[in-house]
């Protein structure tokens, strides 16, 4: 029976060439490997019987049919044209899927063929293959000789309800034989995508009729490529690396028993490499697949870090600008102070309130930096308790009224009178208002608004900060949430900061079990909104 594997996209068959010994078995197989091999990478091997040469004849793989995306790989058998070798006929037959049977037309072989045809169906029962669904064509060889008996006298006997298609041929000058094998292999795959419902994806053809075209392509191909078929081919064993040779001429019992159990063993052995190759072939097509998507994914880890490799290039740059001003405006301050020493109090303490602020601002950068190390690093062990919202917001906008006021920016605010409480750390929950204010105020026009809203949601408290500023590009709405990632370029137009107010803010709600995302358009300001879940929950927890 023929081997589909589905997965690899391969059908492995097998044709036997049937019928009496010098009846043309193997040179119709010579001629056939012509068509398939003429470049001769394939050896045939001759098995010498007596008065028969019996051939055994593999085509795995033939890499040139190639049928609607299945490679149709062909194994192709001779069986011993004697009687006495019937035990190994029927190791031949097994398993096979389609017959070529080939008849010799001379008068004194009738009888010869005669029985090597009714042999064929014992086989075909004894070994198990159903007649009714075995492809078998017909060759009336030697169809060149005078003596040949007619087309009608050979169809009587052979072929008289004209069930099997049939060819005359002359095996030794190469006439009908190709054609015949073509017709065999034809109805073999048709059978063969019948059995397991392969369809050929070529419009209404059946599958056969594509291997077909495909085979006649073939021939067309090498037609020239045939050498003279007279001159049998013989492979030394010494090189023959795919199938042993073995030759005898004795006559005796025991030899002829050894030659039927050879001839099986290397039967047997060659229908178990069809099946081992088939599993190969599968177990390489999935290696390729997984060296593919294992290939895909350290393309993807090796993009991915080349990213963070850039990040970090940009956080270096961008914390060695925003560190390098308070420290030179403390040193340069400093520096005035101990040289010349401001005896004006009002100066001094100028100075000194300079050097407070920019320490401060400097801490403010490092305290950043070490908060977003240690939320990263592992999950904190936060004490939470009941927080009300509009008091945090009410508390934050105090906290940052003085900037506002230095930029000329308004505070309007949108709070309900009364809101569940939330469960969260204060502390934390303080650092994402301010820094969405921050971010608010620094991004908002000289006079522009900032608006502070909050509301019961249905997965919580919603709480959003608008600003009135030029707004954000749609591609650039996850970018902003980067570690170290601020739009705008580090040494012109980037705004002040290093960029970890945003995602450090969602680091914390996230804690909070809670999500942020922005809404904005170019030209039409930004508004961050942030839910938190109002569900109690205990004392000191992990969030």
Request: proline share 5%; glycine share 6%; aromatic share 6%.
């Amino acid at each position: 029976m023929s081997i589909v594997s589905l997965a690899t996209r391969t059908i492995n068959t097998k044709i036997v060439y049937y019928g009496p010994a010098r009846g043309g078995k193997t040179t119709s197989l010579q001629q056939v490997h012509r068509h398939i091999d003429p470049g001769g990478r394939q050896k045939l091997v001759s098995f010498k019987t007596e008065g028969d040469t019996t051939l055994f004849f593999d085509f795995l793989p033939i890499d040139l049919i190639d049928v609607a995306g299945y490679q149709v790989q062909i194994q192709g058998y001779t069986v011993p044209g004697q009687v006495k070798y019937n035990s190994t006929r029927r190791a031949v037959l097994t398993s096979s899927d389609a017959v070529v049977f080939v008849v010799d037309s001379t008068p004194d072989r009738l009888e010869a063929s005669r029985k090597s045809f009714e042999n064929l169906f014992e086989n075909l029962e004894t070994v198990g293959l159903e007649l009714d669904s075995t492809p078998i064509v017909l060759q009336y060889n030697k169809r060149d000789l005078d003596q040949a008996l007619g087309l009608d006298e050979l169809r009587a006997v052979f072929n008289p309800d004209r069930r099997y298609a049939e060819f005359e041929t002359s095996a030794l000058k190469g006439h009908g034989v190709w054609p015949a094998f073509c017709q065999v292999a034809r109805q073999m795959v048709d059978e063969v995508a019948r059995r397991y419902r392969i369809r050929p994806g070529h419009g209404d053809e059946a599958f056969g009729e594509v291997l077909a075209q495909r085979l006649a392509r073939l021939h067309e191909e090498e037609a020239n490529e045939f050498a003279d078929p007279s001159a049998p081919e013989v492979t030394d064993a010494e090189r023959c690396q795919e199938i042993f040779v073995s030759t005898a001429d004795q006559d005796t019992t025991d030899l002829e028993g050894n030659r039927d159990y050879l001839l099986q063993s290397a039967v047997h052995a060659n229908i178990e490499v069809a099946r081992l190759y088939g599993e190969i072939q599968q177990l390489k097509n999935s290696l390729e697949d997984k060296v593919s998507e294992r290939t895909a994914e350290l393309e993807e880890a090796n993009t991915e870090l080349r990213q963070l490799d850039k990040l970090k290039d940009d956080f270096i740059a961008s914390i060695s600008h925003e560190f390098r001003t308070p420290l030179t405006s403390i040193q340069s301050y400093v520096d005035i102070l101990l040289e010349f020493g401001v005896e004006e109090p009002e100066k001094r303490n100028e100075f000194l309130d300079i050097i407070r602020q920019e320490a401060a601002r400097l801490t403010g950068l490092v305290s950043k930096v070490l908060d977003l190390a240690a939320l990263g690093a592992e999950t904190p062990n936060w004490k939470l308790e009941p927080i009300d919202v509009c008091e945090l917001i009410t508390a934050s906008v105090r906290n940052k009224r003085a900037l506002a006021n230095e930029r000329g920016v308004e505070f309007l605010l949108g709070l309900p009178p009364r809101l569940p409480k939330i469960h969260g750390n204060r502390t934390r929950l303080v650092q994402v208002f301010e820094n969405l204010i921050d971010n608010a105020i620094k991004f908002s026009p000289e006079n522009g608004k900032v608006r502070l809203s909050a509301r019961q949601g249905r997965d919580g408290l919603e709480i959003s900060v608008a600003d009135s500023g030029d707004g954000i590009a749609s591609e650039d709405h996850d970018a902003i949430f980067d570690r170290f990632r601020q739009l705008g370029n580090h040494y012109t137009d980037k705004p002040t900061g290093i960029g970890l107010g945003l995602p450090l803010s969602r680091m914390i709600v996230e804690r909070h079990r809670g999500t942020i995302e922005v809404e904005s358009t170019p030209g039409h300001g930004s508004t961050f909104t942030f839910t938190l879940p109002t569900e109690a929950a205990p004392q000191s927890s992990r969030p």
